[in-house]
């Protein structure tokens, strides 16, 4: 949750638009809801319903903040005043549900209307208390009236939840009335939002039954489909500024020009569809097609037939009524993987400090500096159009970097990030999208190289496909006086390491987790890393006194 605490506020920190940032943390209690929040003791609160909010508590404190050590603040608060309880099989037993509500809101830039209400949404992280067998916890008494009260909303849950998995459940009542709990997870599962379960099981054989209870109720809401909204990004954008790594783009720089895209919905549930309007050899043409979505929020797919490639953009920053930056990443068999960043706007010209964003980004994956440029604005056109002779006045093009010498700015092309020598030095990013690619970086305190979960674009240079890969690129000779670890899991891998204390490599068995850099996959590579000498030249050694 921290680590999404974070993300969320670094992303409202590159927003070109005020942005507020508000919390509430409820418990479900006995089929009460509790503010564990509130100024005072917390008591129960009404929950309500109207066409505009849904279900909603009433009265319930939410408190502005600003910052990662503000909002742990508030969390702790809340942790503090949670309901728990011992039982045979558990010491610190959750006694509720636990709903902890992130607001964000945001003013567009600018207003269309000075009276203009801001737009934004809600991130809800919802701890369910885990289901009991009274005869199994020993439960009595008020225990015993606890968990069956988070027994029944559990159910209710599991009931909603089978009823939104029938293919007829557009004609069908969902009963979200029929707890407190799932009234106010009813826009979670049947609205317009995406929601992630997480299951908690435990290895132990005793728990079998409950770990696999817990499986088929995350299997069941794992099938449950919502519609997140897409309109946001729908509706017409032009193309300001672009950059690329592919090495014939500047040649045609002086012959590109500010296109429009529009996007809506497509014929299909998963596709957006697209209709790009551009000067192209002095004729206005107008493209179409449909952008494919996919499972991770941000990424799109777009297939080429003519070429027979298939492209993934990525929206890494959007304000959605301003502004979009995008990244595209393909492979020619002519030119190579290259990234393309594209800039739209809402409108034709954008503040300066989105261009320097723009340059920022397009910088930070690898495309050289005089490759980055602004489209020359010819204004719009009707597909069919003639376009009147230019002049070259009407060709200049304001460049988005200042042009140095000839040359000056390239550097080799990135498929993913620029890797620099002192990347291994740095922190393992993520990015700003949400992928889920199991990644390595080194980590310079523990000197091994460790995983990480890399969002799909962005990120740094630490940043490695493989192990083997991290280590040969980060470690340093000081990992020759580490010990040989074989780590925690059950792999059976043939390595070599440096023994200091025998002073040469030998072979040892890693498991394949958990090790450190004194780990090598050859012993001439370890020889050659650690300073050993090959087996003729052992008689030049100084014989020790």
Request: proline fraction near 6%.
């Amino acid at each position: 949750m921290q680590r999404t605490f974070a993300w969320l506020l670094d992303r409202v920190r590159h927003l070109g638009a005020p942005v507020t940032l508000r919390a509430s943390y409820l418990e479900i209690y006995n089929e009460q809801v509790r503010d564990l929040l509130s100024l005072g003791a917390p008591r129960p609160l009404p929950v309500r319903w109207n066409k505009t909010q849904g279900f909603y508590v009433e009265q319930l404190r939410v408190v502005e903040f600003g910052s990662l050590g503000a909002l742990m603040e508030l969390m702790q608060m809340g942790l503090s005043r949670r309901r728990s309880s011992a039982h045979s099989l558990n010491q610190a037993s959750s006694r509720s549900h636990a709903l902890l509500t992130l607001y964000i809101s945001r003013q567009t830039m600018p207003p269309v209307d000075p009276g203009e209400p801001p737009v934004g949404g809600k991130l809800c992280f919802v701890d369910l208390a885990g289901s009991e067998k009274v005869a199994a916890t020993g439960s009595r008494g008020e225990l015993m009236l606890e968990a069956n009260s988070i027994n029944r909303s559990l159910l209710a849950l599991g009931h909603c939840i089978s009823l939104l998995l029938d293919p007829q459940r557009k004609q069908s009542h969902i009963p979200f009335r029929d707890s407190k709990l799932t009234k106010l997870l009813a826009d979670s599962l049947g609205g317009h939002g995406v929601t992630l379960m997480v299951a908690c099981v435990s290895p132990s054989v005793q728990c079998l039954p409950e770990t696999l209870s817990t499986l088929r109720y995350a299997s069941r809401a794992q099938r449950v489909t919502t519609r997140p909204q897409a309109p946001k990004i729908y509706g017409k954008w032009f193309h300001v500024a672009m950059g690329s790594t592919c090495p014939w783009l500047k040649k045609f720089m002086d012959r590109m020009s500010m296109s429009t895209l529009v996007l809506g919905e497509g014929a299909k549930d998963k596709e957006i569809s697209m209709t790009s309007t551009r000067w192209r050899r002095g004729t206005c043409e107008e493209i179409s097609g449909a952008y494919e979505k996919t499972d991770t929020d941000g990424k799109f797919l777009y297939h080429k037939p003519r070429w027979n490639i298939t492209m993934e953009s990525y929206v890494v920053h959007t304000n959605y009524d301003e502004y979009a930056i995008l990244l595209t990443k393909k492979f020619s068999h002519h030119h190579g993987p290259t990234i393309t960043a594209k800039l739209y706007g809402r409108q034709p010209q954008l503040r300066e400090s989105l261009l320097e964003e723009f340059r920022e980004v397009a910088l930070g994956v690898g495309i050289p500096e005089d490759s980055i440029f602004t489209m020359a604005d010819k204004g719009e056109c009707v597909p069919g159009e003639q376009e009147p002779e230019p002049s070259p006045l009407t060709r200049a093009r304001r460049a988005v970097l200042p042009q140095e010498e000839e040359g000056s700015g390239a550097r080799l092309l990135a498929t993913d990030f620029s890797k620099k020598e002192d990347a291994c030095q740095l922190g393992h990013a993520e990015g700003p999208c949400l992928g889920m690619v199991t990644r390595y970086f080194y980590n310079g305190s523990s000197m091994a190289c460790e995983t990480f979960q890399y969002g799909g674009c962005l990120g740094n240079g630490n940043n490695f496909a493989s192990e083997k890969e991290c280590l040969q690129t980060c470690r340093t000779v000081a990992a020759c006086n580490l010990p040989i670890v074989t780590g925690p899991c059950r792999g059976y891998n043939q390595l070599w390491a440096f023994d200091a204390v025998q002073g040469k490599c030998v072979l040892f068995t890693y498991g394949g987790c958990q090790g450190n850099g004194n780990k090598f996959y050859s012993e001439k590579e370890c020889r050659e890393y650690c300073g050993v000498p090959g087996n003729g030249d052992e008689e030049l050694l100084p014989i020790a006194s």
